[in-house]
């Protein structure tokens, strides 16, 4: 089960479709969790190779000598405490696939007996005196390792590289999607929730803003994780701040030390329409130097009168013409104008939808993913569920 639903994950679920219908090798590069063995899963699952077995290796964590021997089998006697023959892994995935994980972490002679094995498709059982058959295996690799340093660095065979990466899918940090947390994160409140038989808490709009805003270094393992202890937690209804854990919970001092002090203020209404008139001053303003002011007004208006926030406010950013609190302030007055929603800021800032990731990445790297929560009307009651 793959789920998510951004540009991202839809565009993963095409290259999956891509490589199921092939028999070629594939290379999946992603950092720790994000779904590496999902994605190759999905790929056996969906490929012509369905009927036969997936079988899962990790190359990391297993003395070299007895990844060979898993991988090819060996011959009675060939080592202490090998008292019959065995049939390896990649046998036992005859007409099937075979998924090894963690490539980066290989020795060099199993880089050399895989590259030998990727050029003749025979086993050599360990310990045996000659090949015993051919077998028909799809190779599925994945690394969370850059192959190309490593191969600079001379760590990993550029030869072996080549043959592994014929098909190459790259899974994004769940960071780079955001729009795949909540998803997620109600995904596996249900499955934990009927595992434990428990009721499935909601999430207060506060405690989703701050899943949205955490960088989630450990990806969907470390979100499922949590998930898990949340719905064990038992909250009564919804999820609030209060039950996060702490390193989720400081998502939000992350922010500008600026965008802190917007609560203490009440918050406007959302506008009926969208208006490109400058918008008023905040709270936020109150702590640019007069030359700042002007300078977020002046880009400000620029946007008003029709430019688009990469030529005038990115642009002078990376031009080191705007300050990080400067940048802030007009996203701030933006979210003001929009009452908290960033589709709309697209639109006040005439960028395409289409430009709503890297716009978001871009407002993430720079801290400056002001948290919506602070820009909306609050409703009455605690336990009010996100859509
Ligand atoms: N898109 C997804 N939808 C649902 N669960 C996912 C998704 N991606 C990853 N997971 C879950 O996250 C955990 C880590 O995934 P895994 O494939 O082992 O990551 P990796 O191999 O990249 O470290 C697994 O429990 C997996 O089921
Ligand atoms: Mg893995």
Same mark, same amino acid.
């Given at each position: 089960?793959?789920?998510?639903?951004?540009?991202?994950?839809?565009?993963? #679920?095409?290259?999956?479709?891509?490589?199921?219908?092939?028999?070629?090798?594939?290379? $999946?590069?992603?950092?720790? *969790? =994000? *779904?590496?063995? =999902?994605?190759?899963?999905? @790929?056996?699952?969906?490929?012509?190779?369905?009927?036969?077995?997936?079988?899962?290796?990790?190359?990391?964590?297993?003395?070299?000598?007895?990844?060979?021997?898993?991988?090819?089998?060996?011959?009675?006697?060939?080592?202490?405490?090998?008292?019959?023959?065995? &049939?390896?892994?990649?046998?036992?995935?005859?007409?099937?696939?075979?998924?090894?994980?963690?490539?980066?972490?290989?020795?060099?002679?199993?880089?050399?007996?895989?590259?030998?094995?990727?050029?003749?498709?025979? $086993? /050599?059982?360990? *310990?045996?005196?000659?090949?015993?058959?051919?077998?028909?295996?799809?190779?599925?690799?994945?690394?969370?390792?850059?192959?190309?340093? /490593? $191969?600079?660095?001379?760590?990993?065979?550029?030869?072996?590289?080549?043959?592994?990466?014929?098909?190459?899918? =790259?899974?994004?940090?769940?960071?780079?999607?955001?729009?795949?947390?909540?998803?997620?994160?109600? #995904?596996?409140?249900?499955?934990?929730?009927?595992?434990?038989?428990?009721?499935?808490?909601? @999430? #207060?709009?506060?405690?989703?803003?701050?899943?949205?805003?955490?960088?989630?270094?450990?990806? &969907?393992?470390?979100?499922?994780?949590?998930?898990?202890?949340?719905?064990?937690?038992?909250?009564?209804?919804?999820?609030?701040?209060?039950?996060?854990?702490?390193?989720?919970?400081?998502?939000?001092?992350?922010?500008?030390?600026?965008?802190?002090?917007?609560?203490?203020?009440?918050?406007?209404?959302?506008?009926?329409?969208?208006?490109?008139?400058?918008?008023?001053?905040?709270?936020?303003?109150?702590?640019?130097?007069? #030359? *700042?002011?002007?300078?977020?007004?002046?880009?400000?208006?620029?946007?008003?009168?029709?430019?688009?926030?990469?030529?005038? &406010?990115?642009?002078?950013?990376?031009?080191?013409?705007?300050?990080?609190?400067?940048?802030?302030?007009? $996203?701030?007055?933006?979210?003001?104008?929009?009452?908290?929603?960033?589709?709309?800021?697209?639109?006040?800032?005439?960028?395409?939808?289409?430009?709503?990731?890297?716009?978001?990445?871009?407002?993430? /790297? /720079?801290?400056?993913?002001?948290?919506?929560?602070?820009?909306?009307?609050?409703?009455?009651?605690?336990?009010?569920? &996100?859509?």
């Amino acid at each position: 089960m793959l789920v998510g639903d951004s540009p991202a994950a839809r565009r993963l #679920h095409d290259e999956i479709a891509g490589a199921a219908r092939t028999h070629a090798k594939v290379l $999946i590069v992603g950092e720790t *969790g =994000v *779904g590496k063995e =999902v994605v190759a899963r999905r @790929i056996h699952a969906q490929s012509a190779r369905r009927d036969a077995p997936f079988v899962a290796v990790n190359c990391s964590g297993i003395a070299e000598t007895l990844l060979e021997s898993e991988l090819f089998g060996h011959a009675r006697g060939s080592f202490t405490g090998a008292d019959r023959d065995t &049939v390896g892994l990649l046998r036992q995935a005859n007409r099937g696939t075979l998924f090894l994980d963690e490539l980066g972490e290989m020795s060099a002679r199993m880089q050399a007996i895989l590259l030998r094995f990727t050029e003749t498709g025979e $086993i /050599q059982p360990v *310990g045996a005196d000659r090949p015993a058959g051919r077998v028909d295996v799809r190779l599925i690799t994945a690394t969370n390792r850059d192959l190309p340093a /490593q $191969i600079a660095a001379g760590a990993f065979r550029q030869d072996l590289y080549y043959r592994l990466n014929v098909i190459q899918i =790259v899974v994004p940090p769940l960071r780079d999607r955001a729009e795949d947390i909540l998803p997620l994160v109600r #995904h596996y409140l249900e499955r934990a929730g009927a595992a434990h038989r428990l009721a499935v808490p909601g @999430i #207060h709009p506060d405690a989703a803003q701050l899943l949205i805003a955490y960088a989630w270094p450990g990806n &969907v393992r470390e979100l499922k994780n949590i998930t898990e202890r949340l719905v064990l937690a038992e909250p009564d209804g919804a999820i609030t701040p209060d039950h996060l854990p702490s390193e989720i919970r400081e998502a939000r001092a992350t922010l500008p030390p600026l965008s802190l002090a917007a609560p203490g203020a009440p918050p406007p209404a959302p506008p009926a329409a969208v208006s490109r008139a400058p918008a008023p001053p905040t709270v936020m303003d109150a702590a640019l130097s007069e #030359h *700042g002011l002007d300078r977020v007004a002046s880009l400000w208006n620029r946007m008003a009168a029709g430019e688009d926030f990469w030529s005038v &406010v990115y642009a002078a950013f990376k031009a080191r013409e705007l300050t990080r609190t400067e940048l802030a302030a007009i $996203i701030d007055r933006g979210l003001h104008t929009t009452g908290g929603s960033y589709t709309m800021l697209l639109k006040v800032f005439n960028l395409p939808p289409a430009d709503y990731k890297r716009f978001h990445a871009f407002l993430y /790297q /720079q801290e400056c993913n002001l948290p919506v929560a602070l820009y909306r009307k609050r409703k009455a009651g605690r336990t009010r569920r &996100v859509a």
